[in-house]
């Protein structure tokens, strides 16, 4: 991704398309997605239709907004095991702000962001300035989140925001019209083919190798068929949702920041070896609190928009599993647990994975249990493919920790 694009190379330290030697790139989870798509669709015609694929889409975009936030702190090597009550921590606060204390909608929203990114502040200070490990303070965030939530909630426990607040018709309601949604694919593949030719001239400026006229037409001819073909077909039934829209932009703004901006590449280079990172003068510090602040401001946004679609909050949202879903989409989609290695992409590939197992298993009457098993299944196999991969990395010379 360059700009607002999906990057077609996937590439870090410039190996383009990805290499099984080394990094994988996204192929497998692609693979993967594919694979499940055409099982789920031979058992059930139901699973690849255009109402199905909106609301699959639709259900994705909360859990990837908070799955966003988890790929950048899994970047720099750290965990948050936290974001799931972080998002319903910000969610009651929302519903109670607006709905019980009067507080503008604008307002509830913002604070509910400005609080999350407060507790990332916490984590940051807390692992930097004391040396804690960011599994135990995450744990315990995750104690006191869930504690205020009970308490912000009050004795009811439950509180619902109405129908008509700009908020649940946004999460709910609210789609691009087809003539919008194609102007936005217009703009990606316009801003990838630009900053790629951008790139090729400076790296021939520069006298380096750079890839060829026909090689930049061919991956941008692939991304339009990526973002084109989707795109027509959720126009078929209701279109692409204004929340499903909200993520992809907070993906492609992510992904620009981590490839195109010194703080993402000290996030990177902290991520690959800290020590190295150090000793060339990155704020390490400041990568590790900005990306903690990043992680639950995200969260709890991801929180927000979860009250909108429910058109509600109560003790249940963010809780379960959601806090393992997220770090499980996030390391599916391709994201390193050594640090260093994926991508803001990440998330979208892994919730979809996530959706798609869940989607396909419901319309089978499939019991949640198997769920469960079949996506614990997937992030094993994620899972080893990251550690076999990083291990053949180090093995032909590469600079992992």
């Not at 609301?55 to 948050?80: F, K, P």
């Not at 992904?255 to 010194?262: C, E, F, K, P, V």
């Amino acid at each position: 991704m360059s700009g607002t694009s999906l990057d077609l190379s996937w590439r870090h330290g410039g190996a383009p398309w990805g290499r099984w030697r080394g990094e994988p790139g996204p192929w497998p989870v692609i693979g993967a997605l594919v694979v499940l798509s055409l099982v789920f669709q031979a058992i059930n015609g139901n699973f690849l239709s255009a109402d199905n694929l909106v609301n699959l889409t639709l259900q994705s975009a909360s859990l990837g907004i908070i799955t966003l936030g988890v790929v950048l702190v899994l970047l720099v090597g750290q965990i948050d095991l936290s974001v799931g009550a972080v998002s319903g921590l910000a969610a009651a606060v929302v519903a109670v702000g607006f709905v019980q204390q009067g507080w503008p909608l604008w307002v509830a929203v913002l604070a509910a962001v400005l609080l999350g990114a407060g507790i990332g502040g916490v984590y940051g200070l807390l692992t930097t300035r004391l040396g804690l490990p960011s599994f135990v303070v995450t744990l315990a965030g995750l104690l006191v989140a869930v504690g205020m939530q009970v308490r912000v909630l009050g004795s009811t426990g439950s509180v619902n925001l109405p129908y008509e607040s700009w908020l649940v018709r946004f999460a709910q309601q609210t789609f691009l019209h087809p003539v919008a949604s194609y102007a936005v694919v217009a703009l990606v593949l316009g801003t990838y083919v630009g900053s790629r030719l951008l790139e090729r001239r400076r790296r021939v400026e520069a006298e380096l190798s750079a890839a060829s006229l026909a090689t930049v037409a061919g991956r941008a001819a692939v991304l339009a068929v990526v973002l084109l073909v989707p795109t027509w077909y959720l126009n078929t039934d209701r279109g692409v949702g204004a929340m499903v829209a909200l993520f992809v932009g907070l993906v492609a703004v992510a992904d620009l920041l981590l490839r195109r901006t010194a703080w993402g590449r000290s996030v990177r280079a902290v991520g690959s070896n800290v020590d190295s990172a150090r000793r060339a003068g990155i704020a390490v510090r400041r990568v590790y609190v900005t990306c903690f602040m990043a992680c639950t401001a995200l969260a709890a946004l991801g929180g927000v928009l979860s009250a909108g679609r429910l058109a509600a909050a109560n003790q249940g949202t963010g809780g379960s599993d959601l806090n393992l879903t997220a770090i499980a989409a996030a390391v599916i989609g391709g994201t390193s647990l050594f640090g260093g290695r994926g991508s803001a992409w990440s998330a979208v590939l892994g919730v979809l994975v996530i959706q798609a197992i869940s989607s396909g298993l419901t319309l089978l009457n499939v019991d949640s249990s198997v769920r469960y098993v079949v996506t614990g299944v997937v992030l094993a196999l994620a899972v080893t493919i990251d550690a076999v991969s990083r291990r053949r990395s180090e093995a032909g010379g590469g600079t992992r920790r």
